[in-house]
């Protein structure tokens, strides 16, 4: 997912143009000829095809790689950490501010399948769900919904 940190979404319509854009990152030293060579447009397009990759293109504020930390209550993570204050660390990939609310959304290359999916969900639930509380603390805002993009899929999967 390191492309989608610089990725222009108002030029991803199409493979071509993620191409254009990995070829500039490439002579800009953003991105290394051998990254830029295991990136799949194709896959990379799919995700603006989407319902939610649109809200990407469209949307007033988004949020990448937004690195936070946030003193949060131990309860939270275990009966032993009771009274405690833990510090949360993270980096959010992508969030869409909308006045209603936020939007977050974790971009996954895992070789994810259908077989296997719920299990991957499952196991990043907690990462996602993390990343939500803190957005929602930090803005003041609600989220209104988080999701996990597993690119082999090509598709959004709500965490729930």
Known sequence: HLLMQYVRFDRCENAEQICQQIDEFVSQGILTPQQAQILDPHAIAALFRTETGRKLVDAG????????????EGESYGAALSGEKVLLQGVVDCAIMEEEGIIVLDFKTDRVTDENLDLRVSHYRPQVEAYAQALSRIYEMPVK???????????FELVE
């Not at 504020?61 to 949060?72: G, P, Q, T």
């Not at 919904?145 to 598709?155: A, C, Q, T």
């Open 61 to 72: 504020e988004v949020l990448r790689e937004f690195k936070f930390s946030i003193l949060d």
């Open 145 to 155: 919904g988080s999701y996990l993009y597993f690119f082999r899929l090509n598709r």
